[in-house]
């Protein structure tokens, strides 16, 4: 269940989620030699659906709130991009953020290459917004940015007690196994100052601020979920 729960705030589908459930049965029998129980492709096909459509409701009904942030993120794209704006944003570490999707056109062109005919297709854009790439960017946009802020925050703030070695790939931090502890801290400290501010609140001020113009959706609901946690949280990072 984790990549299909993990690319759902990011706007996944729930053919998304059937292609994972199927290509994690593949990796059953391929890999780890799993005897395949349901050998016929056609029963394969109907169970593997069938688990996706329970993990499917499973991961909406579990994240109820990421739920909401991402449809508000995305009408509020929606609403931005139809008004002919492209959608700004400032992370908690002050870097700006430019969304700009435009709209595509398919084109081909025709030759021959050995005296044989042949077409190349390509997109091209039309310079036009695109407020449906906006709407499907604008999650997955928001919450990498956020990631780039944590990172920024937790190298930092390692770096002032004393760690100098780091291996970052995107979310995931190392540094040497006697410094783990002191990094561990770090990145608790750091996602605590970043999301203990209300960043939906500050996004849309700013936003509102921007376009007076344009109505946009009102912030959904919060949960109880207080950032402080992550500071004893177990399994933050490990």
């Not at 760690?163 to 608790?188: M, P, Q, Y």
């Not at 919060?222 to 933050?236: H, I």
């Amino acid at each position: 269940t984790k990549r299909p729960t993990m690319v759902w705030p990011y706007g996944g589908t729930m053919y998304s989620c059937r292609a994972y459930i199927d290509e994690w049965y593949q990796d059953k029998l391929r890999k780890e030699r799993v005897e395949n129980p349901f050998p016929d492709e056609n029963i394969r096909y109907k169970v593997t659906g069938y688990l996706s459509s329970l993990v499917w409701a499973s991961i909406n009904e579990v994240l109820a709130r990421p739920k909401e942030a991402m449809r508000y993120l995305q009408d509020v794209a929606k609403a931005v991009s139809k008004a002919g704006h492209e959608i700004r944003w400032v992370t908690p570490t002050g870097f700006p953020v430019l969304q700009h999707y435009t709209k595509q056109e398919s084109k081909s062109v025709k030759t021959k290459i050995g005296g044989q005919a042949t077409w190349v297709n390509f997109r091209e854009s039309t310079g036009e917004l695109s407020s449906a790439r906006a709407r499907q960017g604008i999650s997955p946009n928001f919450v990498h940015s956020l990631d780039a802020s944590l990172l920024t925050k937790s190298v930092l703030a390692a770096h002032s007690k004393g760690i100098w070695d780091f291996c970052c790939i995107h979310d995931s931090f190392g540094t040497h196994s006697n410094k783990s502890e002191v990094l561990a801290g770090a990145i608790r400290q750091s996602a605590r100052q970043i999301f203990e501010l209300d960043l939906l609140g500050e996004f849309d001020t700013y936003l509102r601020g921007e376009h007076p113009e344009v109505e946009l959706p009102d912030l959904p609901a919060y949960g109880s979920f207080q950032p402080s946690d992550v500071l004893d949280s177990l399994y933050f990072f490990s």
